[in-house]
């Protein structure tokens, strides 16, 4: 079975490109700069491995007066919805729990992606993910629309980010270093808020296998990488794979970056949300990916903190 690892590589991994000027009127995110995987050194990670996989664990609130993640968008506007809220409900009461087992067995450990509403909510699920040396990551207050980054103006913007983060660290007595933004909505403010509150790493671009530094005015934000492919949401709701197809698609595109990082190591982020993976038609499927993962040599089960420590340790 493939083990965590902390150890630290050799220097010689840490020289760079110098980075190149970015020229004037490109009409690309003003938040980084293009630089193709060909115009890098190769990417290493500890104790050779080939591939870094990071189970992102989405652990979200919903409050129950307001429309969320709908399975059925007929009664999404209702008040109560039944409906949506119990099939959502049933992650935080039995779908993470199973999802739990697994990844203790597998020795892997999230990184959950946290409602701060969670702390107020769900305290046994905080109790059990800080018992296992989960990673945390600010997640917005809760994943109802109304909550979404996007189109708020800047004094908002930092209340959000400033509650979020002092209620995180309150609870978990550590320093919150990862944010992913309610639903990946946010403003051209969020980098460089983030940045100056001393967030480390922001994951709402899913452009990379490797992680990669942010234009920021202030501080040092990079991205760690994660994925809307590899996520359930979109692979069952948007798309329509099936259970087993979801299954086969983790074991695919572990394959191909297994490969690739033979010689120029890869990040794998697996994005899942504990109402739909956590269901028992699709865990069987989870659970067949990350056994088959986990049998595997060479590949560092980590979490999003431990891939931006290794980052900044080794690159920056």
């Not at 109304?146 to 980010?161: M, P």
């Not at 983030?194 to 296998?209: I, K, Q």
């Not at 234009?215 to 809307?228: A, D, E, Q, R």
């Not at 394959?255 to 739909?276: Q, S």
């Amino acid at each position: 079975m493939a083990k965590t690892t902390k150890k630290a590589g050799s220097k010689k991994t840490a020289s760079r490109a110098a980075k190149p000027k970015r020229p004037s009127g490109l009409t690309q995110s003003p938040h980084y700069d293009y630089v193709p995987i060909i115009d890098r050194p190769p990417f290493r990670l500890p104790n050779g491995a080939r591939v870094a996989v990071i189970p992102y664990i989405n652990i979200e609130h919903f409050p129950a007066d307001i429309p969320g993640t709908a399975i059925i968008p007929g009664t999404q506007q209702f008040n109560p919805d039944p409906l949506n809220y119990g099939w959502r409900d049933y992650g935080n009461r039995v779908g993470l729990w199973r999802m739990i087992d697994l990844m203790d067995a597998c020795g892997m450990r999230g990184t959950v992606c946290l409602n701060s509403e969670i702390i107020r909510e769900y305290p046994r699920i905080i109790d059990e993910t800080v018992k296992r040396d989960w990673a945390f990551i600010g997640h917005g207050i809760n994943n109802a629309p109304a909550n979404f980054i996007s189109g708020i103006d800047e004094t908002k913007e930092r209340e959000i980010i400033r509650n979020v983060l002092t209620a995180m660290e309150k609870r978990l007595k550590r320093k919150t270093k990862g944010w992913l933004s309610p639903f990946l909505t946010h403003t051209n403010n969020t980098p460089n808020i983030l940045a100056e509150f001393g967030v480390e790493y922001l994951c709402d671009y899913t452009a990379d296998d490797h992680p990669f530094p942010f234009n920021t005015k202030k501080g040092s934000l990079i991205s760690v990488p994660y994925t809307v492919e590899l996520n359930d949401i979109p692979a069952f709701q948007n798309v329509g794979v099936s259970s087993e197809a979801f299954g086969d698609m983790i074991v695919d595109q572990f394959d191909v970056l297994y490969e690739e990082g033979a010689d120029n190591a890869r990040c794998m982020p697996i994005c899942l949300h504990t109402f739909w993976v956590g269901q028992p038609n699709k865990f069987k499927h989870l659970r067949r990916a990350f056994e088959y993962i986990a049998s595997h040599k060479d590949v560092w089960l980590t979490t999003g903190d431990e891939v931006n420590d290794w980052y900044r340790k080794n690159y920056r």
